[in-house]
């Protein structure tokens, strides 16, 4: 119940920064804006102190932790893969071509006898 009151808090502390925005109308962007990001970093704090909130910025972490372990292609490795896929697409765009002018002259001038 603690954590479901916490989210809402969290999502009222936002909306009173997108309000402040509106209410703040006759004042510079700068204030308005700053207002906006106060709501949103008071938001994230009182979410972050919730249980879902802990386990959301452990998953993040761990998934940060993964991505480094990653090992990314090369330059070159990048370069050769993207041509293998475009010749295997025009070779296939070819066949696909020839295939279909074989079955179009099969069917208008065997078949059919329309020339």
């Known amino acids: 119940m603690a954590d479901k009151l916490k ?3 969290a999502l009222a502390l936002l909306a009173a ?7 703040l109308s006759e004042q510079p962007l700068v204030l308005r804006v700053l207002s906006v990001l106060a709501g949103l970093g008071a938001g994230i704090a009182v979410a972050a102190l919730s249980e879902p909130g802990r386990r959301f910025i452990g998953f993040a972490r761990e998934s940060i932790t993964e991505t480094k372990k990653v090992v990314w292609p090369s330059r070159k490795e990048t370069t050769q893969t993207t041509g293998l896929v475009f010749a295997f697409a025009v ?3 070819l066949f696909l071509w020839l295939t279909d002018k074989s079955l179009e002259w099969v069917l ?3 078949v059919l006898g329309w020339k």
């Open 17 to 23: 920064g997108v309000v402040g925005f509106y209410v």
């Open 108 to 110: 208008y001038d065997l």
């Open 91 to 93: 070779v296939m765009a």
């Open 7 to 9: 989210f809402a808090l």
